[in-house]
C-alpha cells in the first residue's frame, strides 16, 4: 500500500504514520526495521499487543524469508522462556513484567535486571536484527535505572545502537497529559540512540507541536486498496454518563443477547463483541453472559490473562480489546466517551462480512447525533458518519500544550529528582548518556542534592529547549518548590499514579491496576508487597515492585458503587509563592468509604505524599479524585499538575 511504502522510502528523523487498524501499520515499520537496522525498540500501550506483535511479527517474518526466533512467548496464561538453537537472522524479544518475572524466576529467583543482562549477553541474542518490544513503563524503569544492573543493561543497549537504531511508539493517540509527557521528555533524552523514529496513530494528532520540531507525516487513503469495511446496521442508545453505570448494566446485558442471538447464523469466528470503558464494568458483563452462556464468554481486560486469540462467540472486554487485536465479528456493543473512541470501536466490527452494532452515547451528546442521522434518511457513508460524530461528540483532550507548560516544568524537574536517587557514581552516568548528574556519595543530604540538581538544570545541558523558559521561571521561586520536586521524584513512573494503584484479584489469580475510581466498586483491603507475594504464591510483577509500598487485596466486585468522600480543608499547601498543587498528608486528611469506615487510615496511606489540586469541579472524567462541598473537587496524584495546567489555561 501507498503509506507503507512512504515509510519505507522516508529518511526523515520524526516520522508520523497516521492509517487506521488493520491497515498494515506494523508490516510497515517491521520491514523498515529488518531492512534498514540491527536494533529496534517498538513501544506498545498495553501488554496484551506486545504478545499479540510479537506472534503476528514472527508469522510476517516467515513470510518475508527471515528465519526468526521469540525469546518470549505465552500459552495457557503462562509466559515460556524458549531456549532455541541456532543463530535465528532476527530474534523478537517481547520484554514487559510478565516476561522479565517469569525469567528471574527461572534463573532462580535473581534481580529482574541482572536477568536480563545475563539474557542480553548471552550469544543467542546476537542475531543480526534484533527486536525489543516493551512498553512506557519498562522504558521508564531501564531510564530511571530502577533495576539491578541498570548501567549494564544501558551500556549493552547502547552498544547495539551504535550506528543508529530504531525507535517505533505505535498507538501513540492514546498518551495523553501526564503519560504523553513522560514519553516525550524519555524520547528527547533518549534521542541520540535512534536513527529514526516513527510514531503511528490511528486518529488524528498533530505531533509537530508535541515534539516542537519538523516531522514527516504519512497518511493513509481513505478507502485505499485493502482497507475494506463491509455494511453496518448501527444502533445509537444513550446512558446518563461517560462511563456506564450499575443500573445500566442490565440494559447492555439484555441488548447484547439480543444481538448475541440474531448472529448465531453468522460465520464469523466472534457472534458478538463487548467493548466498554471500565475493566469492573467489563468484569461483570462478562460474569452476567458467562452465566447464561457457560464456556461461551472470553473475558479481555486487565483482570484475566489473555490465553490465546478469543475462540469463543462471546468476548467482553476494554480498550485492550480495540488496540491491535484482529479478529472478525458478526456483532458489536460498544460505549464511546469521545469522537475517536466512537470510530476506532465501531471498527472492530463488519471487516469481513456485514455487522450489527449498538451504540451507547453520553445523553448530552446522544441527541444531537441521533438528530443529525436522522435527518440524512436510514443510510450514511462511514466518511459521512465519521464527519458527524466528530461534530457531535467531544474530542478527548490529549493536552499536548502540557508538555512545555509551566506545570510540565514541575513533571521534568520532578522526573529529573527521581532519576538522580537511582544514578550512584558519576562515571556510570555519563556513560549512559545521562550528563553530570550529582552522586549520592556526594550529596549527603536532601536540600544539597537539590541545590546540585537545580545547578545541573540551570545551564540547560541536554534540557528540551523548549521547556527552558519555564523552567527559568521556577528557578525564580527555587528553592520554595523544593518539596514538590522530592515528591514527584519519589511517585514519578509512566503512569499517573492514582489511576494506577497496583492491586492483586484474589478469585482472578492476577496483577493489574486500579484506579482511585474504581475502590469505589471493589471489596478489597490494603496489604504490603510481601503479604501479597504469600497470598499470590509468587514475586509482584516488577512493574508494580518499586513504585509503592501500597498494594491492594481485591476480594471482589461491590453489587452497586459506593460513597467514596474527602475532607481536605484542613489541608496546608507546601510552600509556593503561586496556587499549585497540595502535597496530601494522611495526618491532615480525613478520607471515607462508605461501609468501609475501618479503612479510612488504610486509604489516607495510599494517598500520604501524593500531590493535589483543588478546582470548580472536575475538569476532566479521566482525572482521579475526590468531589467535596460546593461543587469543589480535588484532583490527585500526578494528574494534579495536568489539572493546574487545565484551570490555569481556562483562567
Not at 498543587?581 to 491532615?588: E, T
Request: glycine share 8%; net charge neutral.
Amino acid at each position: 500500500m501507498e503509506h507503507q511504502s512512504a515509510v519505507l522510502e522516508s529518511n526523515a528523523s520524526r516520522v508520523v504514520l497516521q492509517a487506521p487498524t488493520a491497515s498494515g501499520k506494523t508490516l510497515a515499520y517491521l520491514i523498515k526495521a529488518v531492512r534498514n537496522y540491527a536494533f529496534t525498540i517498538a513501544l506498545y500501550p498495553t501488554n496484551e499487543l506486545i504478545w499479540d506483535q510479537a506472534k503476528s511479527m514472527q508469522e510476517s517474518l516467515g513470510k518475508l524469508g527471515y528465519e526468526s526466533a521469540l525469546v518470549f512467548d505465552r500459552a495457557e496464561g503462562e509466559v515460556i522462556v524458549h531456549d532455541y538453537e541456532g543463530r535465528p537472522e532476527v530474534v523478537v524479544c517481547a520484554l514487559n513484567s510478565d516476561s522479565l518475572t517469569a525469567l528471574a524466576k527461572e534463573r532462580g529467583n535473581e534481580t529482574e535486571g541482572k536477568a536480563l543482562l545475563e539474557l542480553l549477553n548471552e550469544k543467542r541474542i546476537q542475531p543480526k536484527h534484533l527486536i525489543l518490544l516493551t512498553n512506557l513503563d519498562t522504558l521508564f524503569l531501564m531510564f530511571a535505572h530502577r533495576f539491578a544492573r541498570s548501567v549494564d543493561i544501558w551500556r549493552d543497549i547502547l552498544a547495539r545502537a551504535t550506528g543508529g537504531a530504531l525507535l517505533v511508539v505505535d498507538e501513540f493517540h492514546l498518551y495523553h497529559g501526564y503519560s504523553l509527557a513522560v514519553m516525550v521528555y524519555l524520547i528527547h533524552h533518549l534521542r541520540h540512540l535512534f536513527k529514526q523514529i516513527i510514531l503511528t496513530s490511528a486518529t488524528g494528532f498533530d505531533l509537530g507541536t508535541v515534539f516542537k520540531e519538523s516531522v514527516s507525516v504519512i497518511r493513509a487513503r481513505e478507502g485505499g486498496p485493502l482497507v475494506v469495511q463491509y455494511a453496518t446496521d448501527l444502533t445509537l442508545k444513550s446512558v446518563s454518563g461517560i462511563m456506564v453505570q450499575t443500573n445500566e448494566l442490565e440494559l447492555l446485558f439484555r441488548d447484547g443477547v439480543e444481538l448475541y442471538e440474531r448472529s448465531l447464523s453468522s460465520s464469523a469466528e466472534v457472534k458478538l463483541l463487548v467493548i466498554v470503558n471500565s475493566v469492573l464494568t467489563a468484569h461483570r458483563l462478562s460474569k452476567m453472559f458467562g452465566q447464561r452462556y457457560p464456556g461461551l464468554v472470553t473475558p479481555v481486560h486487565g483482570l484475566m490473562a489473555r490465553r490465546e486469540e478469543p475462540s469463543t462467540p462471546i468476548v467482553v472486554g476494554t480498550s485492550a480489546i480495540e488496540v491491535g487485536v484482529d479478529f472478525d465479528a458478526a456483532s458489536l456493543l460498544f460505549e464511546a466517551h469521545d469522537a475517536a473512541t466512537f470510530i476506532q470501536r465501531l471498527g472492530r466490527v463488519a471487516r469481513r462480512s456485514p455487522g450489527k452494532a449498538i451504540g451507547y452515547v453520553e445523553q448530552t451528546y446522544f441527541v444531537p447525533l441521533r438528530d443529525r442521522l436522522i435527518s440524512i434518511g436510514s443510510s450514511v457513508s462511514r466518511q459521512q458518519l465519521r464527519e458527524y460524530v466528530y461534530e457531535a461528540l467531544p474530542s478527548a483532550e490529549h493536552y499536548t500544550d502540557f508538555v512545555w507548560s509551566k506545570q510540565g516544568a514541575w513533571l521534568y524537574i520532578g522526573l529529573l529528582a527521581g532519576v538522580s536517587e537511582y544514578l550512584i557514581m558519576r562515571d556510570h552516568r555519563r556513560s549512559a548518556g545521562y550528563g553530570d548528574f550529582p552522586s549520592k556519595r556526594e550529596l549527603l543530604n536532601r536540600r544539597h542534592r537539590l541545590d546540585q540538581l537545580w545547578e545541573y538544570v540551570r545551564s540547560g545541558r541536554d534540557i528540551p529547549v523548549a521547556l527552558l523558559p519555564q523552567i527559568r521561571l521556577l528557578d525564580e521561586h527555587w528553592p520554595d518548590g523544593s518539596l514538590v520536586y522530592i515528591a514527584l521524584g519519589r511517585i514519578v513512573g509512566g503512569r499517573s499514579t492514582l489511576t494506577s494503584i497496583p492491586a492483586y484479584f484474589r478469585e482472578e489469580d492476577a496483577f493489574t491496576y486500579v484506579s482511585l475510581d474504581d475502590l469505589k466498586k471493589l471489596e478489597f483491603i490494603v496489604a504490603t508487597q510481601e503479604k501479597v507475594s504469600e497470598l499470590a504464591g509468587r514475586r509482584v510483577p516488577g512493574k508494580m515492585s518499586g513504585r509503592s509500598d501500597i498494594f491492594l487485596i481485591v476480594e471482589g466486585v461491590t453489587q452497586g458503587p459506593l460513597r467514596l468522600t474527602a475532607d481536605w480543608n484542613q489541608m496546608k499547601r507546601f510552600h509556593s509563592p503561586e496556587r499549585g498543587p497540595k502535597l496530601l498528608s494522611s495526618q491532615d486528611l480525613i478520607v471515607t468509604l462508605e461501609s468501609h469506615e475501618e479503612l479510612s487510615d488504610q486509604l489516607c496511606r495510599i494517598l500520604d505524599g501524593q500531590p493535589a489540586y483543588e478546582s470548580s469541579g472536575r475538569l476532566d472524567w479521566r482525572f482521579p479524585g475526590f468531589s467535596g462541598p460546593a461543587g469543589r473537587f480535588l484532583t490527585v496524584g500526578g494528574d494534579a499538575l495536568v489539572a493546574w495546567f487545565w484551570d490555569t489555561r481556562a483562567q
